[in-house]
């Protein structure tokens, strides 16, 4: 992109519907994300470490915090447009 050319002004219902669109990427990513730790956590644990039965429960516990830090950590994509 040259420096002399200025970018296209974009509309408001254009920005609202790319903003939709970011915002579904990133919960689709928080997810697969705590899927992906849920799912090394189930697998891969030690038998040492915890039961056999706590192993699935405490796998779905850290698949959804790792879900809610990813997102946490993403909060101002979900923040209303009132601070622009």
Same mark, same amino acid.
């Given at each position: 992109m040259n420096t002399d050319q200025?970018?296209?002004a974009v509309?408001?219902?254009e920005l609202l #519907? !790319?903003? #939709?669109?970011?915002r579904k990427s990133i &919960?689709? !990513? $928080? &997810?697969? %994300? $705590?899927l992906l730790v849920a799912a090394w956590w189930i697998m891969f644990v030690p038998e040492s470490v915890v039961t056999s039965t706590m192993k699935y429960v405490l796998g779905v516990v850290v $698949? %959804?915090?790792a879900t809610g830090g990813y997102l946490y950590q %993403? !909060?101002?994509v979900?923040?209303?447009s009132a601070r622009d």
């Open positions: 200025a970018p296209a509309s408001a219902d #519907k !790319r903003k #939709k669109e970011v &919960v689709l !990513r $928080g &997810v697969l %994300l $705590g $698949g %959804l915090v %993403l !909060r101002a979900f923040q209303s």
